[in-house]
């Protein structure tokens, strides 16, 4: 019986998360959280990347987390999102977006479709502003 449990966690995840960025960064307010870094967008979206990748990527059951990026250097932002991709595609639970403010200063505004915003994004700050680099607080 546990294992028909733990085989039905990434369907539940997949049934209740957006399949698109774009759907997760439309959840609203309650969902998102900012916060500006004195940081150029690049080195920061760098360490985000980095960091997103070696905390989530992973195998479950019966899916895939992955981390992706895309570095915009003509608009000057850049996008980190997870998500987890499985039989029933893939599904959206978090999409990082990063814009520089000036040349050593940039705004990171984060979403989530799962879980408090206020949560995970205390870790998030504290990657982007400590130099942190666990997995959790």
């Known amino acids: 019986m546990k294992i028909l449990y733990i085989a039905l ?15 997760v960064r439309e959840l609203g307010p309650s969902k998102s959280a900012s916060f500006d870094a004195p940081e150029n967008y690049q080195r920061l979206y760098k360490k985000i990347l980095e960091q997103t990748q070696q905390c989530s990527d992973g195998w479950m059951v019966t899916a895939q987390m992955v981390t992706e990026g895309n570095l915009d250097p003509d608009n000057k932002t850049g996008t980190v999102a997870v998500s987890l991709r499985g039989g ?5 639970y978090q999409v990082i977006d990063i814009k520089e403010i000036d040349d050593n200063k940039s705004k990171v505004t984060a ?3 799962v879980g408090s915003a206020e949560g995970h994004s ?3 700050k504290k990657w982007a502003l ?7 607080l």
């Open 111 to 113: 979403f989530y479709s």
């Open 88 to 92: 029933l595609g893939t599904s959206y």
């Open 9 to 23: 966690i990434p369907l539940l995840i997949t049934a209740c998360t957006p399949h698109t960025i774009g759907g």
């Open 130 to 136: 400590d130099d942190y680099r666990k997995c959790s």
């Open 122 to 124: 205390k870790l998030l």
